[in-house]
Every structure is written in structure tokens, then in C-alpha cells.
């Protein structure tokens, strides 16, 4: 038992800037493997004090692992707190579903509409239309209100801007 400690205790004297940055670049991969962003902080941290380390030679393992730990835990508390619920918001993307980013989008009507029915061009694709009221001529400009299936459910743009 007393060469473990004495093993761990040779590791921790022996912790220079060095060797943070290399415990940092560890955990950020780490990090990367995982996504979790509680990692990243310790990364941080562990980089922030390899670079102190370095700024300062003169500063004793002791000091670098209480820097390291009082970083750590402001930047886990802010991240958790503050950075991490923005970054994973619950709010859908519109990144994969072409339907949910259309919505609110200006289109033209190509077909004259009847009984509230017709066709609208989407960049370079018809689509199936239903107007909300009346029935839009062809050339005239409408918005997506929302969508369901393959048929747009649109309305005036002019009267709504």
C-alpha cells in the first residue's frame, strides 16, 4: 500500500503545465466522443490551469488542483445553468423536415384555386394547396401557414403583412 501511494503521490508533484494540457486535450476528446458538455468544462478547466501552470512555474500542485477544482465547479454550474439548456433546447429543428421549414414561407399560386384548392411553386417543385379563404388566382403571392402531408395549407400574403 505505501508504494501506491507513494505512486500517486510522485504523479500528483509531478503535474506541470504539460501535463494539464495534455489531461485537457484528453478530456476534450473525451468530450467529443461523448456529447455530454459536462466534460468539456473539466476540459476547460484542465487546459485554463496547464496554461497557468505554465504563466506561473512557481505554483505548487496543491494550488493547481484547488485552481482546477474552483474552475471546474463555476464552469459546470454556468454551463449547466446557463449554456447547456440553450444549446439543447426542446424546440424541433427545422433542419431535417423540409414541411416544418416551409411554414411562413412567401409562395406564388401557379394554378387559379377553386373551392379553395390549387397548386403553388415551391422553389422548383408544385405543391398542393389549400387556401384558409377565398380562392387566390394564379401569380398571386400566398404564405404557408402550415402543412399537412403533401398539401400546403396557405393565405394571403398581403392581407397578413
Not at 411562413?104 to 422553389?123: I, K, P, S
Not at 422548383?124 to 404557408?144: F, H, I, M, S
Request: zero cysteines; glycine letters at 8%; hydrophobic letters at 50%.
Amino acid at each position: 500500500m505505501p508504494e501506491e501511494q507513494n505512486a500517486l503521490m510522485a504523479m500528483l508533484t509531478d503535474m506541470d503545465g504539460t501535463r494539464w494540457l495534455i489531461l485537457g486535450v484528453i478530456l476534450l476528446i473525451l468530450e467529443v466522443v461523448t456529447g455530454t458538455t459536462y466534460i468539456l468544462w473539466l476540459a476547460i478547466a484542465a487546459l485554463v490551469t496547464g496554461l497557468t501552470a505554465f504563466a506561473l512555474p512557481m505554483l505548487g500542485w496543491e494550488m493547481q488542483f484547488l485552481l482546477f477544482s474552483i474552475i471546474s465547479i463555476i464552469l459546470l454550474f454556468i454551463g449547466h445553468n446557463y449554456i447547456r439548456p440553450k444549446i439543447k433546447s426542446d424546440e424541433p429543428s427545422d433542419l431535417n423536415d423540409r414541411a416544418r421549414s416551409m411554414i411562413g414561407m412567401r409562395v406564388r399560386a401557379v394554378t387559379d384555386f377553386e373551392l379553395g384548392a390549387g397548386r403553388v411553386q415551391v422553389g422548383d417543385t408544385q405543391w398542393r394547396a389549400k387556401a384558409t379563404e377565398g380562392n387566390p388566382k394564379a401569380g398571386d403571392e400566398l404564405r404557408v401557414r402550415s402543412v399537412k402531408g403533401t398539401t400546403l395549407n396557405v393565405e394571403d400574403y398581403a392581407a397578413k403583412t
